[in-house]
C-alpha cells in the first residue's frame, strides 16, 4: 500500500508501507479521504513545531474516512463496505487522566501522525488502515470528504462546550483557516447572537461569512477594525483565538467585556499575553485541546444535517498529487479545507 511520509520540512514522499490485518476488536479500513490539518503543514513546512521536531520518517495525517475491508474477532456494530469517521484519538485507558475521564490528556496517548513521542505515532495517511473499532463512528449517509471532516469539528466541539453556556451570547473569532470556520459553526448550534471573525485574508473572511459570521473583518485593511467593539469595556463574551498570533489576541482582549472566556485554540508558540488586561476585565482564559467523546458527536451533527461542512471542503486532490496538496493546503487566499483522495 501507499503512505503519505514526511522525512523533513519540505521532504514529502509518496512510500510502499506492508498492510497488516486487524486483530481482536480491529477493523481494517480502506482509506478514503484525508484531510491535511494544520499540524500536518507544520511537518511539512518546518519540520515540526515549537520543541516537536521530526527525528525518523513519520507517516502524516490524522483527519481520515474510509470503508471497512475486514473485521477482528469479536468485533460488532460496524459492516464490511460500511463508511466510517476515524478518530486519531487512541487513549491508554489505563493512567490517571483516563482514569478520571479527560482522555485528551492522557499520558501515553498514541494520536496519528505525532512527532511528541519517539518513536513517532505513525499516521493515517495509508491506503489501508487497521485501526481499533471503538475509535470508527458509523458515517452512513456521509460522503467520504464530509466523514473526514469529524476530527476538525470535533477539535471546535471540545471548545464550544469549555466555553459554557453559548445561548444568547456575543462571539469573536479570531482566525479564518479550517478551525476558525468550524467554529463560528459549532458557536452558531449553540445558540450564539452575534459572531464577528477576523483575519487577514479576503478569501477566507468570504468563507466566514457563508459560514454564518455576522461580520467578518480584514485586519490587514483595517487594524483598528474592532475598535467600535471596545466602548464601555467592551462587547465580546466569548473569544475563540484560532490564529495562534500574539496581536490577534491582544487586539480581541481590548473588546472583551469584563468575565469573558478566552478560548486559546491557535497553536503558533509562546506569546506574550497582556495580563493586567486579564485581569482587570476578570477574563477566563482556557487552553482547549483535541477532544474525545466530540468525536461522535461531530458525526451525528453532520447526519443530521445540523452542520453542514461541504462548503468549506475547498480541493481534493488525488494521492498522487500529494505534494501539491501540502502546497495549496496552507494557502489562505485559496484553500480552507484541502482533501487528498486515496481511492
Known amino acids: 500500500m501507499k503512505s503519505i511520509v514526511i522525512h523533513a520540512a519540505k521532504d514529502l514522499r509518496i512510500e510502499d508501507r506492508e498492510e497488516t490485518r486487524p486483530g481482536p476488536g480491529e477493523v ?8 491535511i490539518c494544520g499540524s500536518d503543514l507544520h511537518y511539512f513546512n518546518h519540520g515540526g513545531f515549537g520543541p516537536i521536531r521530526l527525528k525518523e520518517p513519520m507517516i502524516l495525517g490524522h483527519e481520515v474516512s474510509g470503508h471497512i475491508m475486514a473485521l477482528g474477532e469479536g468485533v460488532s456494530g460496524l459492516a464490511l463496505g460500511q463508511l466510517v469517521s476515524v478518530s486519531p484519538s487512541r487513549p491508554c485507558r489505563n493512567c490517571r487522566f483516563c482514569n478520571e475521564g479527560t482522555y485528551n490528556q492522557c499520558l501515553n496517548m498514541r494520536f496519528y501522525g505525532s512527532a511528541m513521542p519517539f518513536p513517532h505515532i505513525q499516521g493515517a495517511f495509508q491506503q489501508v488502515l487497521v485501526a481499533e473499532a471503538i475509535q470508527c463512528a458509523p458515517a452512513d449517509g456521509l460522503s467520504p470528504g464530509e466523514a473526514a471532516m469529524a476530527e476538525p469539528l470535533s477539535v471546535c466541539l471540545h471548545a464550544t462546550r469549555k466555553a459554557g453556556d453559548m445561548m444568547g451570547k456575543s462571539v469573536l ?9 468550524l467554529c463560528i459553526l459549532a458557536a452558531r448550534r449553540a445558540g450564539a447572537d452575534l459572531i464577528v471573525a477576523t483575519d487577514l485574508s479576503d478569501y477566507t473572511l468570504a468563507k466566514a461569512r457563508e459560514a454564518g459570521a455576522d461580520l ?8 483598528n477594525g474592532l475598535e467600535r467593539f471596545m466602548p464601555d469595556k467592551g462587547t465580546f463574551d466569548i473569544l475563540y483565538e484560532c490564529s495562534g498570533a500574539a496581536p490577534a489576541l491582544t487586539a480581541a482582549i481590548s473588546a472583551m467585556r469584563p468575565g469573558g472566556t478566552i478560548l486559546q485554540l491557535g497553536l503558533g508558540g509562546d506569546m506574550s499575553l497582556p495580563m493586567m488586561a486579564i485581569t482587570a476585565k476578570e477574563l477566563s482564559l482556557k487552553g482547549s485541546f483535541r477532544f474525545h467523546e466530540e468525536f461522535f458527536t461531530a458525526v451525528s451533527l453532520m447526519q443530521k444535517g445540523l452542520i453542514n461542512v461541504k462548503p468549506f471542503i475547498t480541493q481534493t486532490f488525488p494521492l498522487e498529487d500529494a505534494v501539491a496538496a501540502f502546497e495549496i493546503a496552507g494557502d489562505r487566499n485559496q484553500a480552507v479545507k484541502a482533501q487528498i483522495a486515496f481511492t
Open 216 to 223: 467578518a473583518l480584514n485586519m490587514s485593511a483595517d487594524p
Open 173 to 181: 473569532v479570531t482566525g479564518c483557516g479550517p478551525i476558525g470556520i
Open 28 to 35: 481494517q479500513i480502506r482509506l478514503s479521504t484525508g484531510g
